[in-house]
């Protein structure tokens, strides 16, 4: 199975466990206090989170809003009398760190391509910040975009694709990334966006069939509280 065919299966999962639960509510056979938990935005991450999880188990965004969704949940669940909101933002850093700390230990694609430190790969980290990258390789092989909160601008109109699958990996915490592209370029999404998105703003090319099927782009990865697109200045 595909991961695009998980993914659809995922969220078809997602949309049944929430039609499971809206029936349920609508018979008045959920208790009100589980209603009030589950149809909360804690609830909702949860379920999001287990729906990803369910379509691919190796998706560390699901853990993340299942993490996320029960750190909230637990306060109204029992009696914490060290809990403030005031706990929040140190939590947050923390789990930030966590994050960042993964995602530098070069785990390769599903595709399977590794960076190996040469200009052919980008490795570009944007925290409270960001900038405008110029990529001009001759052999573009993919790499590695991580934003919290902040951003960057990469233009890839001079570079040229590797014959190898190229995949570039995209993480957006409060943050995002514009990707400008030649317009031949046929490129595909693999994006999770969660109360954010990622859109391709230059879809006439793989509309009308005019993308080279020889210079394919994958772009993966995760959105949250961020957003992300794909331009073309054709």
């Known amino acids: 199975m595909s991961e695009i065919q998980s993914r659809r299966i995922g969220f078809g999962v997602a949309l049944i466990i929430c039609g499971i639960l809206f029936l349920l509510d609508n018979l008045g056979l959920i208790p009100f206090d589980l209603r009030h938990h589950l149809f909360s935005w804690q609830g909702i991450l949860i379920i999001i989170g287990t729906a990803i999880l369910i379509s691919n188990p190796r998706k560390n965004a699901g853990w993340v809003l299942i993490i996320i969704g029960v750190f909230f949940m637990l306060p109204d669940l029992f009696y914490f009398p060290w809990f403030r909101m005031h706990l929040f933002w140190p939590i947050l850093l923390i789990v930030f760190g966590f994050l960042y700390i993964v995602r530098q230990r070069g785990h390769s694609s599903p595709i399977g391509q590794k960076p190996d430190g040469s200009m052919d790969f980008i490795d570009d980290t944007n925290i409270f910040g960001g900038g405008d990258v110029v990529i001009t390789s001759n052999n573009f092989k993919g790499g590695k975009i991580t934003s919290i909160f902040g951003g960057s601008n990469y233009n ?75 331009k073309s200045y054709s």
Not at 185 to 191: C, P
Not at 200 to 221: C, F, H, M, S
């Open 156 to 230: 890839l109109t001079g570079a040229k694709l590797s014959n190898e699958p190229t995949v570039i990996d995209f993480f957006a915490l409060f943050g995002g990334g514009t990707f400008i592209v030649p317009s031949d370029w046929a490129v595909r999404t693999e994006v999770t966006a969660v109360f954010g998105g990622f859109s391709d703003k230059r879809n006439v090319a793989n509309d009308l069939g005019t993308a080279d099927p020889a210079k394919e782009l994958y772009i993966k990865g995760f959105v949250l509280f961020g957003g992300g697109e794909i």
